[in-house]
């Protein structure tokens, strides 16, 4: 048996492996603090999938110390009931479970608690003026989280998790960014001995207490990995159990969320660091996507546990999958950050390619269906294989027309950007072919649904999922018959192999278009001289997966960091023969240098079929004046006489992100 599965002791806890589920905030708790239906059907997923070890998400020990709204709350007896529901349904399928305690301190914002936030000191503010703690307060604050830990166990928790990262309070205490106190919390490990003793004292000796510390806090003068290798023997003397390793503070925003752009299993370094100084088991979370990573940097012992956010929201069943053997059938996350991009929002957490989280119920699947159908499905991108996915899951007879010679669409396409970590993109549909081939769903590739196919399939359904196309250049120089280094970012250069994408651009090279092609200066410029031509008075980014903060500071690091000249506000005039001719921001005419020229123009929705469609199958009912357009969302056509549902999905409504694509797929499959 891989040393994955195997048993694990933390404290007095015994875990029946080591794959542990991560707090992780939701935004599902009532406004009050509560425990919703929700948050236990989605614990409720993660014990059945598999998940050893628990970890339910960030509760305050003080309504002052939310950084954003919709926490849960440990701080009285009242909100013991719904926790403990959460005890039930996990202990129910074999796993433990762990609450985790927090304070936010200077990270709390004012407009979330109606107060001024408090921290150790205002030696850094984040967004209010913060209140310094007296030294008593501090004493108080201790004491909360040790009365709050004591309620927890009352209620058969089996671990107490101190959040200690992201820069909330006691990593306040502990860095010298935050802390430049004088009285006896000036000693930086202090505060966070204290509260591990007085939780000890509060919850016995039948518990065990996790910390999760930000190991590296990614920004100058703050803590590093070095620092820390000196803290841990102080914390395990004062009681701790595990080490949980989760490095960055709200100023290294990249660095503690790790987006798109990142590589895969990137704390992994610094979890080994602390693991060999270490006398307690030490865990580590952040990209762990592919599995098979995280079976061997467990199996080498360069930790004794993984712990899991974002994968276990695309497939909290994905522990079991594993165990079995099924890392096919595991939905992998793609790190499209939609998750995180809510969380910042206020927003209820949802995930791009799992639309079923948090909707476990609404979004079961029925099987079989009420009335078994035929259903097509025009387009084989991740949008049109989902719909087919669903639809077959629920008895359909269904067949998918594609195009193209691959599966995967835009998602598939985008995953092939050389040097830029973006491989993650392609995990969903290859899952997702994998599905449908073990649902026996009938695939035509290189072949277009048409209105002639389609009268001959006398279909019930149709699924409309051709996405969204890239214009034609209207740059006055761009046919490639006149100028053969002029080439577009999808059709001439993502389409193509990796031979291909190497003889395609020359140096220096010049995109046009932000938008889809910050990425692609990015990917160039690890070797090559890239500017990006802008006429928008801003830099833009791609619009297939969620654009969060992290992603878009992300890039622009890189921009900075690569030397890439970025050029918004312009006109673009002509290419010409060594370059583009361009009005640059002084409103003079310019030419800018170039060997190759990459048009990375905006996408537009390709309605054609659509409209083709309802032009030949629409009845009277529904036939709209030439010019009227709306979605369609089960409109009723005639298909040889009998009733046709014509359904739309994805970028051929609007180019959006896959989130989009997937969701409308998968609520439209589940009603037919």
């Given amino acids: 048996m891989k040393k994955i599965f195997t048993p694990i002791q933390i404290g007095p806890m015994t875990l029946k492996n080591r794959i542990a589920a991560a707090p992780s905030v939701t935004y599902n708790a009532s406004h009050t603090g509560e425990v919703t239906e929700r948050h236990v059907q989605s614990y409720r997923e993660r014990a059945i999938g598999g998940f050893g070890f628990i970890q339910v998400e960030a509760a305050t020990i003080r309504d002052d110390g939310k950084a954003f709204p919709c926490f849960l709350a440990a701080d009285h007896p009242k909100y013991l009931p719904g926790l403990s529901k959460l005890v039930e349904v996990c202990h129910l399928h074999g796993a433990k479970i762990g609450l985790q305690l927090i304070h936010t301190g200077r990270n709390a914002q004012k407009n979330f608690i109606d107060a001024d936030p408090v921290a150790p000191s205002d030696k850094l503010i984040w967004q209010d003026k913060p209140h310094v703690l007296t030294t008593s307060e501090c004493e108080e604050m201790i004491q909360l989280y040790a009365k709050s830990a004591g309620l927890a166990a009352s209620v058969g928790f089996d671990a107490i998790c101190f959040h200690g990262s992201l820069g909330h309070l006691p990593a306040q205490f502990l860095s010298p960014l935050t802390n430049d106190r004088t009285d006896k919390y000036g000693e930086r490990t202090r505060f966070v001995v204290e509260m591990i003793q007085a939780t000890r004292a509060a919850v016995g000796d039948k518990v065990a207490l996790i910390y999760r510390g930000a190991v590296d806090e990614g920004t100058e003068g703050g803590l590093t990995v070095d620092d820390w290798v000196e803290i841990v023997p102080v914390l395990e003397d004062a009681g701790i159990d595990c080490i949980d390793v989760y490095p960055g503070m709200f100023e290294s925003s990249v660095f503690a969320t790790l987006p798109l752009y990142m590589p895969e299993g990137y704390y992994v370094p610094y979890a080994e660091k602390i693991k060999k100084v270490a006398r307690v088991p030490v865990m580590v979370v952040g990209k762990l996507m592919h599995q098979p990573l995280a079976e061997k940097i467990v199996e080498i012992g360069k930790v004794d546990m993984v712990s899991y956010t974002r994968p276990m929201f695309a497939d909290p069943h994905f522990p079991r999958k594993m165990m079995e053997g099924r890392y096919e059938d595991i939905r992998m996350c793609i790190c499209c950050d939609h998750c995180v991009g809510d969380g910042f929002s206020g927003r209820m957490a949802e995930c791009s390619i799992n639309p079923s989280f948090q909707r476990e119920q609404q979004f079961k699947i029925t099987r079989p269906a009420p009335v078994l159908k035929k259903v097509l499905v025009a387009g084989g991108g991740v949008g049109g294989m989902e719909a087919a996915r669903v639809a077959a899951k629920r008895g359909h007879q269904v067949v998918l027309y594609e195009k193209t010679n691959t599966l995967g ?39 277009a649904l048409t209105p002639e196919l389609i009268e001959q399939e006398s279909p019930d359904v149709l699924f409309i999922a051709v996405g969204a196309k890239e214009p034609r250049p209207t740059i006055a120089g761009s046919d490639r018959t006149e100028q053969p280094n002029v080439i577009t970012l999808i059709d001439d250069y993502l389409l193509q192999d990796k031979k291909a994408k190497r003889q395609a651009a020359g140096d220096p090279v010049v995109v046009i278009g932000s938008n889809h092609g910050t990425e692609l200066a990015v990917s160039l410029a690890k070797s090559q001289d890239v500017t990006i031509l802008e006429e928008a008075p801003q830099i833009s980014f791609a619009p297939y997966i969620t654009l969060t903060v992290t992603r878009m500071i992300a890039m622009y690091e890189h921009i900075a960091k690569l030397g890439i000249k970025a050029r918004p506000g312009i006109k673009i005039e002509a290419i010409e023969e060594g370059g583009v001719r361009i009005t640059n921001e002084k409103g003079e005419s310019e030419m800018v240098e170039a060997d190759t020229v990459i048009i990375a123009p905006e996408r537009v929705a390709n309605r054609s079929l659509s409209k083709q469609i309802r032009q030949q199958f629409g009845t009277n009912d529904n036939m709209m004046e030439s010019g009227e357009w709306g979605h369609y969302a089960g409109l009723n056509l005639s298909v040889n006489g009998k009733p046709c549902a014509l359904y ?10 896959c989130k989009e694509a997937i969701h409308s797929a998968g609520y439209y499959a589940r009603m037919i």
């Fill in 648 to 657: 739309e999905l994805g970028d051929c409504i609007e180019p959006k992100t």
């Fill in 409 to 447: 669409g835009l998602l598939l396409a985008a995953a092939s950007m050389p040097h830029l970590y973006m491989r993650e993109l392609r995990y969903i549909s290859r899952w997702q072919q994998r599905q449908l081939q073990q649902l026996g769903v009938e695939i035509h590739m290189e072949t």
